[in-house]
């Protein structure tokens, strides 16, 4: 039995859908020894050492037209059994079995100029394109893995036709992350941390505006990707917070868990989302999470997050106010998502197709 994993996303410098990778594919060979494995790269630090696969190069840039042609000329060198792609990204001509990943439908949610900042007849040119992909991926998969009941919900509104083929894989935290959960540090007072991308629907704006009310807190920004911050620095001094702000880009696993650890707060005020995964992070860690109040967060932080209404401030301001969740109910939903699991179900979505 042949598997073949598009890797080109995989690391921390892909952001979620990277450390989802990362961590799937470094556990699969070792779930399922009797399976040979074909990991397409794009880039040499996606190798992973020791592990029992055979690596394919496959530098093709993500959301391009080169997908469609050359990685497909890749992919079906290789006879594959089965094909995993974890995003949307499927050339359409592809056609063999295949499994895809659908982290959430953010794209089919959000459009329009305000939502890029690329050209707009750029942005059009590549939103309908991404529409035929996604749609030809989702029609075409086997099966469809997803984070969450709430993408799960989404997906199948979206396309009725799926409902038999998607399998919920929960995310998990990071071992990497959790060596420093026992690191003794120095809790800063009036800190919020936030990780992620700045994307709008991020919903960082409320914070930058509660900032405004909160003269002695200071808010710390983590994050590989730069798009959209210039708007979020030009956004602070407008609201004359900029001196409250620290962007640190990107941060190796041990500065990042040490940023978490250090921080009063992680917030996660976005008004979309997949599943959440530097909130679990952060609980793990022993930092207490304040979050939108959206059904994502609510499906995966239970009671373990304090929540406020996403488009007020005041709401935000509040909720800071009020006794947060104690670690040990922060522990018990940590504990609950596992990337072995993930793992396995992912193994078993395999089987279930050959």
């Not at 037209?65 to 050339?91: A, G, T």
């Not at 996660?268 to 930092?287: K, R």
């Not at 396995?344 to 279930?352: E, L, M, P, V």
Request: hydrophobic share 35%; aromatic share 10%.
């Amino acid at each position: 039995m042949k598997i073949g994993i598009d890797c080109r996303l995989s690391g921390v410098a892909h952001a979620g859908i990277g450390r989802y990778i990362e961590n799937l594919i470094s556990r699969l060979p070792e779930e399922a020894p009797g399976i040979e494995w074909v990991y397409f790269y794009r880039t040499p630090d996606q190798v992973l050492p020791d592990l029992n696969v055979r690596y394919i190069e496959a530098p093709v840039q993500h959301y391009t037209f080169q997908e469609q042609l050359q990685l497909l000329s890749i992919f079906n060198q290789e006879k594959l059994d089965l094909l995993h792609v974890p995003h949307f990204n499927v050339p359409i001509m592809y056609p063999g079995k295949l499994v895809v990943t659908i982290h959430d439908l953010l794209w089919h949610q959000q459009r329009g100029t305000q939502v890029t900042t690329q050209k707009p007849w750029k942005y059009w040119g590549k939103y309908a394109g991404y529409k035929v992909v996604a749609t030809q991926a989702i029609n075409k998969a086997g099966k469809i893995l997803v984070p969450t009941e709430t993408i799960k919900k989404t997906l199948i509104d979206h396309y009725p036709n799926t409902k038999s083929k998607v399998v919920i894989t929960h995310e998990g935290v990071d071992q990497k992350l959790l060596i420093y959960k026992t690191k003794q540090v120095v809790k800063q007072k009036n800190s919020l941390i936030y990780v992620g991308s700045l994307y709008p629907h991020k919903n960082i704006e409320v914070v930058l505006k509660s900032l405004q009310k909160l003269p002695t807190w200071k808010l710390t920004i983590v994050g590989s990707r730069n798009a959209f911050q210039d708007q979020v620095k030009r956004e602070g001094r407008k609201l004359g917070v900029q001196k409250q702000l620290r962007f640190t880009g990107y941060l190796t696993d041990e500065k990042l868990a040490l940023e978490i650890k250090t921080a009063t707060v992680l917030v996660q005020p976005s008004l979309s989302e997949g599943f959440g995964l530097t909130g679990i992070e952060s609980m793990a860690l022993g930092t207490p999470v304040i979050a939108s109040d959206i059904p994502v967060f609510r499906e995966i932080y239970q009671d373990a997050a304090a929540y406020f209404n996403p488009k007020s401030a005041e709401s935000f301001i509040e909720t800071l106010s009020k006794k947060k969740p104690t670690s040990k109910q922060m522990d018990s939903v940590a504990e609950n998502y596992s990337w072995d699991e993930m793992t396995k179900k992912t193994i078993k979505a395999y089987r279930s197709l050959l």
